[in-house]
């Protein structure tokens, strides 16, 4: 997107979407197509944050029972979206597999088959032979797989950019550059987006503000448990085909990119930023932390203080979002060297390849690692869609579709049950 190309703010819309990510340009899109009309406000650039970073992986497979039925609809509209664009972005029924080392980790990978048996999906255990045959080799190094052929991929850079291109052509305004400051309210609903250039009137709003949806929130004396944690990924130079899906082990988990390089990343390999607000819902994320321990770092450090910690501003101030346009950690780079050499290790065709470029992406994460898509307490007309928990890419347009239905008031195609804000608290009590 080229941020002149909408130089001057809208006066009013039906709905204003904070946030250029998968959900709030999928949420502006569904929206515009719904006969609304829409304006999305981006601090940065579109998918410059998330949506652009990630492995690419559109997965059913793994993923918590609460959200399947969003990810199953989220994967149609995927299909839909990747053939409207008419651009190439990589996209695909390439499939998820994740490679068991060991029959012990093997009945770790396949237990979640239980979880998934009301959903019918085509997810099976392959068999040592089986596994070899699909990875092209013939050493019989794993005990197995889980494999899902429907799941997908498609390239992070391409895709949510030729989305927005099309929502753009479909009559949703876009405007870069733009952060959103805060909101108005008129006789206790909302009633406009207070921007850095200036308010929209609206009667509804979505956020889809990624890392940055809390610290927006708290602004406005609306608390989520949302917490950001560190990661990073890779792309490596061209090397041999191994297969054209996902692929997960422990130690490295790649996906053949477009450009025949493969981007390399590690579960369970996050650093958890401790800011103000991890002492505010410290408790909330205990089992995450508990379950997690071994996943996450948690680091204390000058991001303390930075922009996604402690903020409060006026309307007519600068926000922290101004501030940083674009997060854009720095990632570990000796993590990032170690899973090359897993890499090599587990695939030892890709002896050959090396790193070409890495980058590290804030994670927002719920205690309960499903997204949080709810109205805010408080302030009718402000919808939330946010806490993708590090695996949004995939479920992105299912939550921007079903944030867009609650918009509209529209029975919505699946129920929006699991992902209220007030379960956090329900939990507690
Ligand atoms: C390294 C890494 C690997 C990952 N791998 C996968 C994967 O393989 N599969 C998968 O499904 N998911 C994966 N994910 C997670 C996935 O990328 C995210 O869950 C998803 O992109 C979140 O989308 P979003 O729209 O909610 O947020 P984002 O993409 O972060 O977008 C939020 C946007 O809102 C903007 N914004 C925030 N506040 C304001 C404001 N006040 N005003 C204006 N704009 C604002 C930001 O600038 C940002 O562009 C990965 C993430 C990372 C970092």
New binding site residues.
């Given amino acids: 997107m080229n941020p002149s190309q909408h130089p001057t703010l809208p006066a009013a819309v039906d709905v204003v979407v904070?946030?250029?990510?998968?959900?709030?340009?999928t949420a502006a899109r569904y929206l515009a197509k719904d006969g609304h009309s829409v304006a999305l406000?981006?601090?940065?650039?579109?998918?410059?944050?998330?949506?652009s970073?990630?492995?690419?992986?559109?997965?059913k497979q793994g993923r918590d029972a609460r959200e399947l039925p969003l990810m199953i609809e989220s994967a149609r509209l995927w299909e839909g979206l990747a053939a409207e664009t008419g651009e190439e972005i990589g996209f695909g029924a390439k499939s998820t597999t994740y490679l068991a080392q060991t029959e012990k980790e093997l009945a770790t990978r396949a237990a979640w088959l239980d979880e998934a048996r009301d959903y019918q999906l085509d997810t099976r255990i392959l068999s040592p032979a089986e596994t070899d045959a699909l990875l092209g080799r013939d050493d019989r190094r794993f005990a197995g797989a889980l494999h899902t052929p429907s799941d997908m991929t498609a390239e992070?850079t391409l895709a949510?950019p030729a989305f927005a291109r099309r929502a753009a052509a479909e009559g949703v305004t876009i405007v870069e550059g733009?952060?959103?400051?805060g909101v108005e309210t008129a006789g206790g609903r909302l009633s406009g987006v207070v921007?850095e250039r200036g308010t929209i009137a609206c009667t509804a709003a979505i956020l889809?503000?990624?890392?940055?949806?809390r610290t927006?929130l708290e602004n406005l004396g609306v608390y989520i448990p949302q917490l950001a944690v560190r990661?990073?990924?890779a792309r490596t130079t061209p090397g041999p085909l191994i297969h054209p899906g996902?692929i997960g082990a422990t130690g490295a988990s790649l996906?053949r990119r477009l450009d025949g390089g493969y981007t390399l990343?590690r579960t369970n390999a996050s650093t958890f930023q401790i800011v103000p607000a991890a002492f505010r819902h410290f408790f909330t994320f205990v089992p995450t932390l508990y379950h997690r321990w071994g996943m996450a770092k948690i680091r204390v450090g000058r991001d303390f203080f930075g922009p996604l910690g402690h903020a409060r501003w006026e309307n007519d101030e600068v926000?922290p979002?101004e501030k940083v346009?674009?997060?854009d950690p720095e990632p570990d780079h000796a993590l990032l060297a170690d899973m090359l050499k897993s890499a090599k290790e587990i695939h030892p065709a890709l002896a050959g390849v090396e790193i070409a470029e890495s980058w590290?992406?804030?994670?927002?994460v719920t205690p309960d690692e499903i997204p949080i898509i709810d109205e805010a307490p408080g302030t009718p007309g402000l919808w939330i869609?946010?806490g993708?928990?590090?695996?949004?890419?995939?479920?992105?347009p299912g939550?921007g579709r079903l944030a867009a239905s609650l918009v509209e008031g529209r029975t919505p195609v699946v129920d929006p049950a699991p992902f209220r804000l007030s379960r956090f608290a329900e939990a507690a009590a």
Avoid: Y
């Fill in positions: 904070i946030g250029g990510g998968i959900v709030g340009v406000v981006e601090k940065g650039r579109i998918a410059a944050e998330q949506s970073r990630n492995w690419g992986w559109i997965r992070p949510v733009c952060a959103a400051r921007t889809g503000g990624g890392a940055w949806s927006f990661s990073q990924a996902g996906r990343g926000t979002m346009r674009i997060l590290g992406g804030m994670i927002d869609a946010t993708l928990s590090g695996h949004g890419f995939g479920i992105g939550v």
